[in-house]
């Protein structure tokens, strides 16, 4: 058994372990991951034999934390051949990839699980409910072949810079956790719905976009996702271009909180939910505190317990000064420090509420020094982790 990191002209060995266990992915998206997300990601393998038995994949992103951007690693593509399951091999790769992330100062990495339990035990926990809809298309087609005044079409390559200012200006309303969006950002967006049969649906007037959508079509159901308009009337346009195609249901995901009633009021038989979709995991604790900001003046000792990063273990003092970022720091043992683990900071200091047990007794019982924090710090801003790969 050998793990490593590849050399990016590596990358393309570990396809066929992909085509094995995601079995859903179809040669043309593949070809487009191979070609566009291996260029720029970073991939960690177990070797049996010379061969990719086990991988971990990290794809880089800018975000938005706390009024600062990180280049942050998205954690997919954690995958085991049948045999060698069992082994701890995915234990071994997420030890050796946080090892990287946490040298590179990075204050969390974050994932979209196949399943919770299978990276609780490691520290991850949920932070991010995405809002879902499902409903039946609506809407009317002008007379003239023109929908109301506002042009709907599928944006190219050219439109990409546009796309980025417009979901800044939009998103940049309200202090998400996200990834930042770029030109970059929506050609990669737009080269991955075309290698699915999809694209990106746009509304614009006199030459300029007013709103978008990213958008699929699958045997009758249009699957859009994070529709940003700066008016209620786009995204009745897109609407009524659905109804020229042969759409009967659509499903919408990551809608902002905020969007979410009037996109149900144009969808016939709309029903919402929220459904867990990203966890999150501490990487390099302090970077990760120092984010924060106190709402008054408190002095705290924790003993922090990490299996997974044993940098972070070992006895913390945390001070915060109203309307300033937290003060951490290393500090001799104490009878005082609470221990606690990364996953328990994760879930009071995103105030995520969760059903699973463990996760009420976070707060059930929490011991002083633990209360001090949660009541003295300012929450984290809400999540908008919408992407997929």
């Not at 202090?175 to 737009?190: G, K």
Request: net charge negative; charged share 30%.
């Amino acid at each position: 058994m050998k793990i490593r990191k590849l050399k990016q002209e590596e990358h393309r060995m570990t396809r066929s372990l992909w085509e094995e266990i995601f079995t859903e992915d179809d040669e043309a998206f593949l070809d487009y991951y191979y070609q566009v997300k291996t260029a720029e990601n970073s991939i960690y393998i177990i070797e049996e034999e010379d061969q990719p038995v086990s991988m971990l994949q990290l794809n880089p992103y800018p975000v938005h934390f706390f009024g600062k951007t990180s280049l942050l690693h998205y954690i997919i593509a954690v995958a085991t051949k049948k045999e060698y399951r069992g082994r701890g091999y995915m234990t071994r790769l997420l030890q050796m990839s946080a090892k990287d992330m946490y040298q590179a100062g990075e204050p969390f990495t974050y994932l979209m699980p196949a399943a919770e339990g299978i990276y609780y035990p490691h520290g991850f926990r949920f932070v991010y409910r995405q809002c879902r809809i499902e409903g039946k298309p609506s809407g009317e087609k002008g007379q003239d072949g023109t929908l109301a005044g506002c042009q709907v079409r599928y944006a190219g390559e050219s439109d990409c810079q546009a796309l980025a200012c417009l979901a800044e200006e939009l998103l940049g309303q309200m202090p998400f956790i996200r990834a930042v969006r770029t030109e970059r950002y929506y050609r990669t967006i737009l080269k991955e719905q075309q290698s699915e049969g999809g694209g990106i649906l746009l509304t614009e007037k006199d030459g300029k976009p007013t709103g978008f959508v990213v958008y699929g079509c699958y045997e009758g159901k249009a699957e859009l996702r994070e529709p940003l308009f700066q008016k209620k009337e786009d995204w009745e346009q897109i609407l009524a271009f659905l109804n020229e195609e042969p759409v009967k249901t659509v499903q919408i995901s990551g809608a902002r909180p905020e969007d979410a009633a009037w996109l149900k009021e144009e969808l016939e038989g709309a029903e919402e939910k929220e459904v867990p979709v990203i966890m999150v995991r501490i990487v390099h604790l302090q970077h990760f505190l120092e984010r924060f900001l106190a709402r008054s003046n408190f002095e705290i000792r924790l003993h922090i317990e990490d299996g997974l990063i044993p940098e972070n273990t070992g006895y913390w003092e945390i001070r915060g000064q109203e309307g300033q970022t937290l003060s951490v720091r290393k500090t001799k043992a104490s009878k005082e420090a609470e221990t606690v683990s990364p996953g328990e900071l994760v879930t009071v200091l995103f105030g995520y509420r969760s059903e699973r047990k463990e996760e009420r007794e976070v707060y059930e019982n929490m011991g002083p020094q633990m209360r001090v924090l949660l009541k003295g710090t300012q929450p984290a801003p809400p999540v908008f982790l919408n992407e997929i790969v």
